[in-house]
């Protein structure tokens, strides 16, 4: 069945048939269960060429309130297919499940007509292990078009993945459209050039690069994805990773310190100095930019960044200083948090709450706020034994801008080396939190993260985030031995080999399991 991720339980009896799909087949659907079952028709229609006319008989969609919400239950046999989902979102996810076992072709976007359809006589019953299974697209580094993130939305959806966070800006690009202030996407979306090389020093490509979202793109990437049950997440990083809202509002800088008028939008990698300053005019800056994301974005949670801000510039900061006096803080490190408990309750007043990475424990975690653990697992710990939730996503293993092997033709040699092998025996409850029910309680899900430094257009996400992708909606899905040791790779690797058939009929340029130039 080469079933990916995995599901929590298939039974197919010995010598068991198949039911074939005609172009007599039809797909019904009962009341809550017409969105998937025209997905479901659309999909396969392209593929498979078979019409799928509603009607009785033939394959059966409906919601069954008894099963756990992203839960289904998908029951083959001669009678035909019935398919149950604990909500529109388990259907959904079942859906996808149906999708694989007809074969790599029903991932065609235009039928093959020799082809014939079947499905195999089961029963399979699936829920997801976590609630928050994420993919972190950096828009920012390279801005990616907005087809390629629908693509994406896709490629999530078919990994049963439901969350896509979107980190919207950063010191090299400002992606999102904000009506009250024009000048962050005009000026902050372009940059003169970026930097390409990794082996040969800082060689750069020397051409301008830039892009955004305006804001119906955004709202159509929001609805397309709600429509395949992934929640946008957007992230505006502050008070660090700031320079390209610098670039465009020198305001917003620490103006006693540096020239921010002469600032650009950054055209290096790496953590930069240009933080934002701590006035009331920056808060009410950015509560105007939030108001607009907001509106845009539905998601319950809203990513405010909150990493790698370096505080020199708050150091030398007459205007930093004299608000660290005037709070009766510490440091700067409680200044930085001074800073995001005010969005903090700002979101909770609108019925939102604050994540942020993990630095945002530094200096004091804002009440309601979760955290991105990304610089190893230990800031998730720290903040589930706090009682704070948690979204695991540490570098060492789902970075998946990391390289994949250490042989030298690898291309753009990035971090870690992380092989498909290792994201599969990657864990997100660590054994700390195993033992203390409650916290681990407090890890809502995990996320793979691809930032995009060195990566300029789709082909080469592609290329980093597959296959590796399919392993970590896997470890993000199934109910898999905790111990990264006792995972059964070889199972995993054996479904893969269909797998990589699906992703070729989706026109996934994956890295090759054999490597780069097999
Ligand atoms: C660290 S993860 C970053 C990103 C980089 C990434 C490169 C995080 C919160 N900060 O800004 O893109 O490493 O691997």
Known sequence: ??????????????????????????????????????????????????????????LRLTLDPGLAAEGYRLVVDADGVRLDGGSPAGLFWGAQTLRQLLGPQAYRRAAIAADAWSLPHL????????GWRGLLLDVARHFLPKADVLRYVDLAAAHKLNVLHLHLTDDQGWRVEIKRYPRLAEVGSWRERSMVGYRDGNRRDDRPHGGFYTQDDLREIVAYAAARHITVVPEIDIPGHSQAAIAAHPE?????????????????????????????????????VLEEVLELFPSTFVHLG??????????????????????????????????????????????RRLIGWDEILEGGLAPGAAVSSWRGYEGGIAAA????????????????????????????????????????????????????????????GTQANVWTEFMDDARSVDYHAFPRLAAFAEVAWSELPREPEARDFADF??????????????????????GPRP
């Not at 029963?123 to 976590?130: G, L, S, Y």
């Open 493 to 514: 690797a054996e479904r893969m080999t269909e797998h990589y058939a699906r992703l070729d009929a989706l026109g996934v340029e994956y890295r090759h399991p054999a």
């Open 123 to 130: 029963t399979i019953e699936d829920a997801p292990r976590f």
């Open 1 to 58: 069945m080469n079933l990916i991720p995995a599901p929590l339980s298939l039974t197919r009896p010995a010598g068991a048939g198949r039911y074939d799909l005609t172009a007599d087949t039809a797909l019904g659907s009962a009341p809550g269960a017409e969105p998937v079952a025209a997905w479901l028709r659309a999909e396969l229609g392209a593929a498979t060429g078979l019409p799928l006319l509603p009607g009785p008989g033939g």
């Open 252 to 288: 917003l800088g620490n103006v006693d310190v540096v020239d921010t008028a002469a600032l650009a939008t950054f055209t290096d990698w790496g953590v930069n100095p240009n933080v934002l300053n701590v006035e009331d005019a920056t808060l009410r800056f950015y509560e105007h």
């Open 385 to 444: 034994r706090a009682g704070h939730d948690v979204v695991m996503c540490p570098e060492q293993h789902v970075y998946l801008d990391h390289r994949e092997s250490a042989r030298p033709d690898e291309p753009i040699p990035v971090g870690f080396v992380r092989t498909l092998e290792d994201v599969y025996r990657y864990e997100p409850v660590p054994p700390e939190l195993r033992q203390d029910a409650a916290a681990a309680g407090h890890v809502i």
């Open 306 to 351: 909150g990493d790698e801000c370096p505080k020199e510039q708050w150091r030398a900061s007459a205007a930093a200083q004299a608000r660290i006096k005037e709070l009766g803080l510490a440091d700067e490190d409680e200044l930085q948090s001074w800073f995001l408990r005010h969005f903090d309750r700002w979101l909770a007043a609108r019925g």
